[in-house]
Nanobody
Framework: QVQLVESGGGSVQAGGSLRLSCAAS????????MAWFRQAPGKEREGVAK???????AYADSVKGRFTISRDNAKNTLYLQMNSLKAEDTAMYYC????????????????WGQGTQVTVSS
């Protein structure tokens, strides 16, 4: 059973950058899709970015042009490069994996990491 462990969160000033990592116990090409979600207090969990096994990516409109999802199969790691961070990006960020679909709906995903906190001050 795949295990996911996020890291790389922290506190940054608006306009700064962070790179989140998600280390997996299996190679990403063995999964149909990997994705990043985020959840701020009092809000619904939101899909941020996804990466299919076919290398097709998709992003939420709110992060398009600022965030980049990628993977390193040799390291069994998924990344989220976050640039030009805004205060509204503050949230707990989670990586997730699914074996049969590639949407950005939380209910689709089978495996979740524990989350890593991102805090952006303005």
């Amino acid at each position: 059973q795949v295990q996911l462990v996020e890291s790389g969160g922290g506190s940054v000033q608006a306009g700064g950058s962070l790179r989140l990592s998600c280390a997996a116990s299996d190679y990403y090409y063995n999964w149909y899709c990997m994705a990043w979600f985020r959840q701020a207090p009092g809000k619904e969990r939101e899909g941020v970015a996804k990466l299919g096994s076919d290398d097709i990516t998709a992003y939420a409109d709110s992060v398009k042009g600022r965030f980049t999802i990628s993977r390193d199969n040799a390291k069994n790691t998924l990344y989220l490069q976050m640039n030009s961070l805004k205060a509204e990006d503050t949230a707990m960020y989670y990586c997730a994996a699914v074996s049969f679909s590639c949407g950005l709906r939380p209910h689709e995903y089978q495996r979740w990491g524990q989350g890593t906190q991102v805090t952006v001050s303005s």
